[in-house]
Each structure stands twice: as C-alpha cells, then as structure tokens.
C-alpha cells in the first residue's frame, strides 16, 4: 500500500510542475509532453516483451516453489540458489517480501533470505534486453555481475550481524 | 520496422500460447502476473516520464552538471541517492530516467547510483520490508548497501573505458 501512496505522491508532484509549466511556456510544456511520450513508444516494445517472460517465469516458479527451494537448502548452495532465483525473478514487492517473511519463519537463515532480496532488487537477468538497449552490453553485464556478487557480499554481512545482534 | 520492434513481445506472446497448451492452469496464472505488471507498468512510468520530459525542457544543462555531473562530489552522490531512494516503480522505470540524465551529462557513477538506489533502497519497498523481515533487517540492508552501491558505481567508473561511456552518453542524445 505505501508504493501506491508513493505512486500518489509522484503523481501530485508531476501534475503540478506540469502546471507550472503549462502556465509558464505552452510551447515547452508541449515539447515536455511530446518527450515523455517519446520516451514511452522507446521502452514499450522491449517492456511488454519483459513482462511477458516475468509472467511465464512465475507461473512455473510461484512463490510456493520459491519458498521450497530456498528453504529447503542451507549453507553456501541455499545462498547462492537464493541468489540466482532472485536474480532471474521481477516479483512485484508485495509478494516477494511476504514470502521472504515465510520463509523466515519456516526457518530459512537471514543469510538466504537476504541473498534472494538483494538479488532481486538489484540484479535483473529478465530486465537484462532493456539494461542493454538503454545503455550497452558491457555496461547492462558489469552491472547486474558486480551486483550479484556483491549482494552475496550483503547476504553473509546480515546473516553474520543477525547472527549476533 | 514495426514488426522487428515487436519481435521479442511477438516471441513471448507466441510462447505464451504454448504453455497454455501444455498446461492450462500455468497459462492463466501467466496471464494473471503479465496483467498485473501491465496495470503497474501504466500506473507507474506516466508521472515519470512527465517529469523526466520537464525536466530536458527546463533544467539547463549546466545546472544539471554543477548537481551532478562531473566534479559535483559529494553533491551529485547524494542527489543520485536521494533521486533513486524517492523512486517509485520497478527497476526498469530507473532507465529512462538514466537517459535524460545523460542527456544533461550525469555524471556516469552518479547514474549507477541512481540505478542501484532505485533497486535496492527505494522507500516504498524499504518500508514494505521492515513489516515483512523486521526493522533490524531492513535497517542493516540499507546500511550496507550505501558503501556498497558507491562501490560498484566506483568499480564501474574504472572497468567501463572513457570512449564507451561517451558513446553510451551520444546515443543516450538521438533519443
């Protein structure tokens, strides 16, 4: 609920500095426009694309699989599938924490479950086409490998923390 | 031309077809995240891309340098922050928002920034996690993820080569 009041937010603050600028310059509010449209008809092609594939990746990977798999294994390969799984997925916030918390109490370790939320967030193998074409495919791979190994990084520095705090 | 822009959503529609023969149940429940998405993807990238739009016609060039472009320091670090932490959408959302930053000669790092923030330390999602994980969690994720974003921005700065990022920063003006 709070992404929507954020959402709302964004809205509110778009709206009026879209006003402003529709009381200050007609011609550049115009132009404005013409560029936020320009950049939808850039990202729509690729971006229906990429939620196609995140629809067909979760009907076979739903959260109860999910919750099986990284439940299921412990130690150094739980971290690691944890870390691929969120990787690969672009599961909307409000079905990836409460699964997380799952999880969590299913007994999964901090360590795993942390490696699967930071993967996810930050690491996009399915937004991987999109990360290319916007910059190229040197930058889109650096990125998404240098995240992946270090939310791994992330995962064992909470695991070890919560170990102890 | 049309058709090749399409390709990729052609294909994925095409192999949405043949899982609803394989298996019915696993097609709808396809179908039911890929409306979901959609619905997000309206609900969410409009306002961006208003905002984004007035932001290439108002703000000069030379006042999004001296924020953050190069030599912005510290400035232009927090500015990425901030823009990528007050983010609302999916990661994919961030990457428009990248191009009219290079339009307007971001720094590259501070870009990074603003893409890792956006993933990783959006507010929306931050307050989603401390109900769901705990506040420990959520605070000692965030806490790493700071010196760690700056880190891979910085890593990113020296294993991208100068002549690419200028090449990535001319495409990101044709558009």
Known sequence: MGNYIFNGVIYLIAIIFLII????SRAKTKQALLKAWNSFKYILPMLLGVILLVGLILSMLDTNIISRIIGEQSG???VLLASVIGSVTLIPGFIAFPTAALLLQGGAGYTQIAAFVQTLMMVGIVTLPLEIKYFNTKVA?????LSFVFS???????GFILGIW | MFLKQYLFFIITLI???????????AGLKAT??????FKEMLLVLPPIFILIGLLDV????????????EGSGIKGILLAFLFGTVAAGPLYAAFPVAIVFMKKRVKFSNIIILLCAWGATKIPMLLFEMTALGFKF????????IPVIILIAYLMGILIKKDEIAAIYEKANDL
């Open chain 2, 15 to 25: 192999l949405l077809g043949i899982l609803f023969i394989f298996n019915f149940d």
């Open chain 2, 58 to 69: 108002w703000i000069p060039k030379e006042t999004m340098i001296r924020l953050m472009g």
């Open chain 2, 138 to 145: 959520a605070l000692l994720r965030l806490a790493i993820n």
């Open chain 1, 21 to 24: 600028s529709l009381v200050k």
């Open chain 1, 76 to 78: 150094i390969s739980g």
């Open chain 2, 32 to 37: 039911d995240v890929v409306i979901y998405s």
């Open chain 1, 152 to 158: 791994i990084g992330v995962a064992y520095f909470i």
């Open chain 1, 141 to 145: 791979i650096t990125r998404n490998v």
